[in-house]
């Protein structure tokens, strides 16, 4: 004989729940509200949101026309792809994990041929000897990637995120790569100039924190290696 289980029965055992207790109809009438509470707190002389990495962007081309949309987005791409693998390559996991997580990661976002590019290009930078500073534990106490700052600027809210935070026993040095493709030792003086005022801000956020610590600002063009150092306020 065929034996037919029921899956879907439920068996408990002891005294039947009681049903439970009635809502009292005072708690469905609506409540009312302290008039109080629905009117918007006053910030005294806000001038609303300041955001240093969106006053400029990072352009490879050599001109100031327009960038095709196409371009536009594979630059932005490949500065996503870039800024993540530096941000996991320095996390302290091995190199085989990370490019493992990270290509699953871009699989559908950025081409094969793209991904080994930038992968490539941010294993040399890593391990590139002039660098060795930003990357190397013994060079430095403690170190931070994607380190968010929010404070206020006069009557502004500036906000803004670093890509990577050294902090030394006496001092700091806050990094913000940037992934023009076309940056060279003899353009970067050039290119580092738009990105000035944005980086005093983060400076600016940072000695908030540490204001104790002499503090170096540098900006990192990983496509060729090099640093420029920005004056900190």
């Not at 590139?128 to 380190?147: G, K, Q, S, V």
Request: glycine share 6%; with cysteine.
């Amino acid at each position: 004989d065929e034996t037919i289980f029921n899956t879907c029965a439920k068996i408990e055992f002891g005294d039947r729940a009681s049903a439970p207790a009635a809502i009292p109809a005072s708690l469905w009438e609506e409540q009312a509200v302290d008039p109080a509470l629905l009117q918007p707190l006053p910030v005294a002389g806000h001038k609303g949101m300041l955001q240093p990495s969106h006053l400029v962007t990072e352009n490879d081309q050599s001109t100031d026309e327009p960038v095709p949309a196409d371009i536009s987005k594979a630059m932005k791409q490949r500065g996503i792809a870039i800024h993540r693998m530096l941000e996991q390559l320095t996390n302290g996991k091995t190199r085989p994990e990370v490019e493992k997580v990270l290509r699953q990661e871009f699989s559908e976002a950025v081409q094969e041929t793209e991904f080994l590019a930038c992968w490539k290009e941010v294993c040399a930078v890593v391990d590139h000897a002039a660098l060795r500073e930003f990357y190397d534990p013994a060079c430095y106490e403690t170190a931070h990637n994607e380190i968010p700052i929010l404070y206020r600027d006069g009557g502004q809210d500036a906000y803004g995120i670093v890509d990577r935070l050294v902090i030394g026993k006496d001092h700091m040095i806050l990094i913000d790569y940037k992934t023009h493709r076309r940056a060279t030792p003899g353009n970067i003086q050039t290119l580092a100039e738009e990105f000035a005022g944005q980086m005093r801000q983060y400076a600016a956020g940072a000695s908030r924190l540490w204001p104790n610590k002499k503090l170096r600002v540098v900006l990192l063009f990983t496509a060729c290696r090099e640093i420029v150092e920005v004056p900190s306020p």
